[in-house]
């Protein structure tokens, strides 16, 4: 007979006679692996919270002076308060949308490729993520970029392609 996701069974426990366990002892035996399991876990550590580089602003706000150039400005502009990209030794996250709303996050262990270009005279970079399902992530005029992808590659447990 399993309890609790299969951790703890009548059999693991070496009594005699197993009708006599309660269930409190189940649950305070799970519950001393589970706190164990927990201590093994380094704590989470920001190595990098950004925005999209400022350099991003400066050719479209030259482009204000033609009527049509205000939206990409205003476009470009909006990214850098609503986008926020936050890298740590466990995970990869992009807060974007209106005010933040969207929330996107991908561990290492799923990462298959990295693809990226400089822009800027290097100053900046548009980075693709690839991930083992086949889909992608993308950060844009990401700042920092030489030492930030370094981080990542060291993170990945597995060897990826970068480009």
């Not at 007979?1 to 197993?18: D, H, K």
């Not at 925005?51 to 205003?74: D, Q």
């Not at 005010?99 to 100053?123: A, C, L, P, S, W």
Request: aromatic share 12%; net charge positive; glycine share 4%.
């Amino acid at each position: 007979m399993f309890i609790l996701n299969n951790v703890v069974s009548y059999s693991q426990l070496n009594l005699s006679n197993s009708r006599c366990i309660s269930r409190k002892a189940i649950v305070k035996l799970n519950e001393n692996k589970i706190s164990n399991d927990k201590q093994k876990i380094e704590n989470e550590k920001v190595f990098f919270q950004t925005s999209p580089s400022k350099y991003e602003l400066i050719i479209p706000f030259f482009s204000i002076l033609t009527v049509v150039g205000l939206i990409p400005f205003l476009a470009t502009l909006l990214r850098q308060f609503w986008v926020k990209y936050t890298i740590t030794n466990r995970r990869i996250s992009v807060d974007s949308g209106f005010m933040g709303q969207d929330h996107v996050e991908i561990v290492y262990r799923d990462i298959k490729k990295i693809n990226y270009i400089t822009r800027f005279g290097g100053k900046f970079a548009d980075i693709v993520i690839k991930l083992n399902d086949g889909t992608q992530l993308e950060l844009r005029s990401f700042p920092d970029w030489n030492k930030n992808i370094e981080f990542i590659k060291s993170n990945c447990k597995e060897n990826i392609t970068i480009n």
